[in-house]
């Protein structure tokens, strides 16, 4: 029985590879034609700073409204653009429709300092014109690089290439932020936190979740903070949900936070509503 079983099993396993190779090319199709038709559309996540209490910045984060499937979350089709390469062309119209999106948002006086804070992947480092796509989209909506944080993953920084080094200096020029996404969750080395030009440094969710009952996260956290402080660096902390979470990162000297406790990601318009009305109640 057990010789049967393996085969059955084995028959079951190889249908579902050929499943979910159908799947991806599908999927595949699909994406090459989501940004021709126009079906991806931007949320946005207010940063609070912890000083003022208000929104600073917005983190843009990108949704696929699919015909069929509905409103797909990033991490369903982000790997996939970024290993056959259409994350180049999608990067392009998030950086865009990012900076026209703040544009419209400052025409409220109150919201003249609003900055927002893109995600940017390696390959659109390595492979796109970052320099040029980032000073048209900056040009066209009329916003100078005060106005932009671009979000990098850690492995970037790490590398130490030397034509990354020089396009980070040449960004960081133009005055955009540059920000470590997710810091703390692949990487040991930390010399680069010297010698690459960072501003922020975001604290990845996974610690933040629990550090108001795992003692070794919450040392961990208030570790990489310090750190951050003593190198001149700011620190942001992603996937704040609870008042536990919030008091513990303001004793720690955090200096902004984002998560759900605050506000979850929304639409453009919603988003606006939000700043609004928070500056209205302030
Ligand atoms: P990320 O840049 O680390 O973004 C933070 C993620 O955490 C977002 O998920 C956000 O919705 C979620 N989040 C924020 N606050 C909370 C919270 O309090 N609780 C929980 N449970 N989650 C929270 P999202 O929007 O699904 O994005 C996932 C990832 O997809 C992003 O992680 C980023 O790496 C990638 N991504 C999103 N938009 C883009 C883009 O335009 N370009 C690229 N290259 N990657 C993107
Ligand atoms: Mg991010
Ligand atoms: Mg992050
Ligand atoms: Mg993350």
Redesign the pocket.
Known sequence: AAKGDRKNSLRFYESELGRESQHRLTLEGDLRHALAEGQFE??Y?PVISLSSGKAVSL?????WRHPERGLV???EF?PLA?ENGL?IP??EW?LRRGLLDLASLRRHPVLQDMTVA????SR?LVEGDLLATVSQALQQSHLSGEALQL?LTERLFVDELRYTRQLLARLENMGISLVI??FGTGYSALGYLRRMKVDTL?V??DFVRDISEDEDDALLTRAIISLAHDLEIEVVA????TEAQLDFLRNCGCERV????FA??MPLEQVERFLLEALENA
């Not at 893109?118 to 992947?121: E, P």
């Not at 992603?238 to 949900?241: F, P, R």
Request: proline share 8%; aromatic share 6%; hydrophobic share 30%.
């Open positions: 931007l949320h996540q983190e843009a984060l990108i949704r979350p990033p991490d982000i970024e994350i999608i990067g998030v893109v995600n940017v992947s659109q979000e996404d997710d975001k990845d969710r992603e996937g704040v949900e984002q998560g759900y406790y979850r990601p």
